[in-house]
């Protein structure tokens, strides 16, 4: 069985100020991670993915992510916050080897954007 | 393409009620899902199917039931709605395994009274 932890229901950062998402995982295989990136009112959008090739992931909008199997995390960063960026950010894990379907989502971060 | 879409966007439902959220998608992809979320409990699975005729139980199966009789469309019926229905519910899909990206609907907000 696979799950994930979000270690921050919320995150506050200034314009142009790095910014730091963590992501803790547990799962019994090879796992598959991914962030998605939640708008207010609107559906779920990839941001990146590792799929147990490159441990440093780069996404869109200049989010990249490390998988560092050791600490079982994939935190996702940013060098420098824009305003768009405020939304709600889930970490997903899937055990690729196991025999369902299933994904684990986080419970979710909430990036504010100070100007 | 359309990509995934949702109807209705809103619904409010008294309890006991029925109803069937539906979803397509015109991507032709193999895999369908149904997610509820809930403030702080991000998106829990429902149910899923891997192709037509054949589905599945997610994480919170109970109230809930599908049927994938083609591979666009994937209904999820409330059989006899509670307040603790009351959420937020997208479908996904996406073209095969786990290691794909998935792509999400715009979403029902059911309210339950």
């Known amino acids: 069985a696979q799950s994930v932890t979000q270690l921050d229901s919320h995150v506050s950062v200034s314009e142009g100020t790095p910014v730091l998402l963590r992501c803790n995982y547990s799962s019994s295989y090879s796992p598959s991670l991914f962030w998605y990136v939640q708008h207010p009112n609107k559906g779920l959008q990839l941001l990146l993915k590792?799929?147990?090739?490159?441990?440093l992931v780069k996404g869109i909008n200049g989010f990249e992510a490390e998988f560092k199997k050791s600490e079982t995390s994939f935190h996702l960063t940013k060098p420098s916050a824009h305003m768009s960026d405020a939304a709600e950010y889930f970490c997903v894990v899937s055990d690729l080897e196991s025999n369902d379907y299933k994904l684990s989502f986080g419970a979710g971060t909430t990036v504010t954007v100070r100007a | 393409n359309a990509g995934v879409t949702q109807t209705p966007k809103f619904q409010v439902l008294k309890t006991g009620q029925s109803m069937t959220l539906q979803c397509a998608q015109d991507m032709n992809h193999e895999y369908m899902s149904w997610y509820r979320q809930d403030p702080g409990m991000g998106l829990r699975l429902i149910h899923y199917s891997v192709g037509a005729g054949i589905t599945d139980q997610g994480e919170v199966p109970n109230g809930y039931n599908v049927s994938r009789s083609t591979t666009e469309d994937f209904p999820l019926r409330l059989l006899s709605a509670a307040p603790s229905q009351t959420s937020v519910y997208f479908c996904?899909?996406?073209?095969?395994?786990?290691?794909?990206?998935?792509?999400f609907g715009p979403g029902t907000r059911l309210t339950v009274t």
């Open positions: 996904a899909s996406s073209l095969s395994g786990k290691s794909y990206e998935q792509y």
């Open positions: 590792y799929t147990s090739a490159a441990t």
